[in-house]
C-alpha cells in the first residue's frame, strides 16, 4: 500500500507519494517534490545532532528551518477504514 504526505508550501496544499526506497523521510520528500536542495541544511542539522544533548533540539531545528522554507502542516496521510 502506498504512503502518502500531505503538506502546505507557500500556503498552497500538496499530496504526494512517498517511499523509503527514495527518501529517508518525509521532510526529505517534501523537499525534493518543490526542488529544495537540502544540502546544506543537512549539514548544519548534523552539526546540531553532535552538540546537542537532548533529540528535541534537531527536531526544533527541522521544523522550524522547513517553516522558515514555506512548509507548514507536513505529515503522513492516513487511511480511512471502511
Not at 64 to 69: I, S, T
Amino acid at each position: 500500500m502506498a504512503r502518502q504526505i500531505s503538506y502546505s508550501f507557500n500556503k498552497q496544499r500538496k499530496v504526494i507519494n512517498f517511499s523509503y526506497d527514495k527518501h529517508r523521510d518525509m521532510y526529505e520528500a517534501v523537499a525534493a517534490a518543490e526542488g529544495i536542495d537540502l544540502t546544506r541544511f543537512l549539514a548544519m542539522e548534523q552539526q546540531v545532532a553532535m552538540t546537542a544533548k537532548r533529540g528535541a533540539a534537531v527536531k526544533n531545528y527541522r521544523q522550524q528551518e522547513f517553516a522558515r522554507m514555506g512548509f507548514a502542516d507536513i505529515a503522513f496521510v492516513r487511511e480511512q477504514k471502511a
